[in-house]
DNA sequence: CCCACTTTGTGCACCGGTTCACAAAGGGAC
DNA sequence: GTCCCTTTGTGAACCGGTGCACAAAGTGGG
């Protein structure tokens, strides 16, 4: 098999950099919007937070689109980076869990922005069942793998408590889908070839807490200094 | 300086590690009400949904908390993991912003539940500004700094429209604030010393996007093989 | 008291990702 | 056309993190 120039696009694009791909995508947005025409890899790093150095090596993965002395074209790097992404395409995401999140997410706008269309709310509560939000009609959660099978649902959110988090994962897998966004509070256990991706707004917070507490710590020197002397203070 | 056992102790936790903390936490709380009263670094890993190696050499940068042919006490381990992530004492947390998420956050058990306590509700909205969700009044955004000193918050979370976070980051942190959560869709730029973390959500979904796409691909063979030749399609 | 068994704690090799630093490439002035 | 300036694309060193595999340490049975 002979691979003549970038070998970069032959899909090898490492995760680290998938995941900084949509903040250059906002980043050229915000500049296309200010009808910016070309960008540096400098300037462009500097907006999306970024070492410029990181930036040029992951828009190398995808191809060579910059014009040495000069920068990048915006919208050109934009139809490049959605396309990659696989924005061109319209993805219907079906959400499961119409609690306070789920509401949240329904009309969150960034949703539907550039690519999403929410295209089912579920949920279990038949109080629930009928409402409508974001100008949909929330459907009962037994109806979840006929919706999916008609409205093409190719990404669920799950916005449910944890306990029904792992019973509705596998439905959802059973019904073919393969990309799941969980908000619930637990480990999820999947087959091999689905993606998950966790959000966990407890686990957040706990980070915070364990950098705040170092940072008051050093602070009032208390702990940090005693324990110099581990084994005066193990055991 | 000499340095005799447990360089683990000395504060040199690898962010990695901390990351995974309060994993462990959560299933570790979750066998304490089931009534276990030890737990094996195999177990604890498959309910963390982690490498059974990787989970002894995060607890072990926290101390030497097992027993050779037992395991850990559950029980202790809580606690040890509580103490290093900061849980044992109180955060105050304040959330400005109380649109459709602000409002999911401050009801969100899992929030109160482990040394949080959500402590004021900000949003910039009269029409907003007097409601009472979750228990608290929500107060106008004038008041954030006067709060944030009287409440002695440490941790705010940011659920605010993009265009409004980088302002508001800028006066909690200049009101002494080092810990955000921030919800909004925008880098914010912050001076040494200040922890942001962030949730995204259409980021996640466009990660979500981009393996999708490529499953979906493999399975077409389309595209895959029309880009082997990039100089064909290109431009 | 000793032996067999279990499970921790960790040395070491490996791997993905980051950063530096620079050669290669293009643009524009004259 | 030539020279200088700018900026990309990338080779190579480095760094943090992962996972294997095993010695050390503790338990329980006889």
């Known amino acids: ?31 296309a919007e200010r009808g910016l025409a070309t960008v540096s890899s400098e300037d462009l790093a500097v907006a999306a937070g970024v ?9 190398s ?8 002395g000069v920068g990048y074209e915006v919208e050109y790097l934009i139809y490049q980076i959605s396309r990659e992404l696989g924005l061109t395409q ?26 999403f269309r929410v295209a089912a709310l579920l949920d279990a509560d038949p109080e629930v069942v009928g409402d409508h939000i974001a100008g949909l009609t929330v459907e009962h959660v037994d109806e979840l793998e006929a919706v999916i099978r008609r409205r093409a649902v190719s990404i669920v959110v799950l916005a449910t408590p944890g306990a029904a988090a792992q019973e509705l994962a596998d439905r959802v897998i059973a019904a073919g889908v393969t990309s799941i966004l969980n908000f619930a509070p637990v480990v999820l256990a999947v087959p091999e070839g689905v993606d998950i ?9 706990q980070i915070l807490a364990f950098h705040e507490q170092r940072k008051t710590d050093r602070m009032t020197g208390g702990p940090a200094m005693a324990e110099e002397w581990p084994e005066a203070v193990d055991l």
Chains 1, 2 share one sequence.
């Open 61 to 68: 993965h995808l191809g060579s689109y910059g014009t040495r």
């Open 1 to 31: 098999m002979i691979r003549r120039l970038s070998q970069a696009r032959e899909r090898g694009i490492p995760e680290a950099t998938v995941a900084r791909l949509p903040l250059y995508l906002r980043a050229l947005n915000g500049m």
């Open 90 to 115: 319209d993805w219907a995401v079906a959400i499961v869990g119409v609690g306070n999140l789920g509401r949240a997410l329904a009309n969150y706008g960034g949703f539907v922005s550039r690519g």
């Open 197 to 205: 991706r966790k959000v966990d707004l407890s686990i957040e917070l």
């Open 51 to 59: 070492n410029s150095a990181k930036l040029r090596k992951d828009l």
